[in-house]
Every structure is written in structure tokens, then in C-alpha cells.
């Protein structure tokens, strides 16, 4: 059974920072692909950050510069580091992952930022 838990977030001023953390297990952790997806109210569910099994990191344009994309294979865990964080990145943070073409999701994190 694939499990996903996220963590980490919670109400922070504009310009701070938060760490999500997503803890999995039901996966060989080592050689997926993670993602971290985020949606706001009334908006559709969109890419925010990949990693994939051999560290390589891509990332939406709006969060570049200012969120970081990682992985700790030891712990079965990938984190989402957000730094400068804007009223805009206000939305539920979803972990993601997919096992034999299925795609699975974590119950989501949510990351309010005040202005």
C-alpha cells in the first residue's frame, strides 16, 4: 500500500519560509520520481517541483529561485524548502509519486501566507 504523508505547513508572513516534508513508504523510494503539486482555492491542481530518482530538479516558473526541491532516500522523504514566500503561494501542497503508471497523492498541507 502506497502511503504519502505530507507535513510542514502552516500561516507564515510574505517574505517567510517553510519546509514541507512528505514521508512515504509502499514504494522503493530510491528510484521514484517525487513531485510536489499545490491548488488554491477555485484553481486548478498545478506543478510546483519534480525531483526525480537521480536528483535532477525542475521547477514552475513562479517558484524559481525561491523554493527548493530534495530528497533524503535514507528516510523515504522529499522536501519542499520555500523561501520569499508570497501571498499568491497560498494553496494546499500536495506530495506525488506514481507505482506501476498509477498516481498517488498524499492528503495535502496547507500553506497560508498573509501579507
Known amino acids: 500500500q502506497v502511503v504519502l504523508v505530507e507535513s510542514g505547513g502552516g500561516l507564515v508572513q510574505a517574505g517567510g519560509s517553510l519546509r514541507l516534508s512528505c514521508a512515504t513508504s509502499g514504494i522503493t523510494f530510491s528510484i521514484n520520481d517525487m513531485g510536489w503539486y499545490r491548488q488554491a482555492p477555485g484553481k486548478q491542481r498545478e506543478l510546483v517541483a519534480t525531483i526525480t530518482s537521480g536528483g535532477g530538479t525542475n521547477y514552475a516558473d513562479s517558484v524559481k529561485g525561491r523554493f527548493t526541491i530534495s530528497r533524503d532516500n535514507a528516510k523515504n522523504t522529499v522536501y519542499l524548502q520555500m523561501n520569499s514566500l508570497k501571498p499568491e503561494d497560498t494553496a494546499v501542497y500536495y506530495c506525488?509519486?506514481?507505482?506501476?503508471?498509477?498516481?498517488?497523492w498524499g492528503q495535502g498541507t496547507q500553506v497560508t501566507v498573509s501579507s
Open positions: 506525488n509519486t506514481n507505482k506501476r503508471g498509477r498516481p498517488y
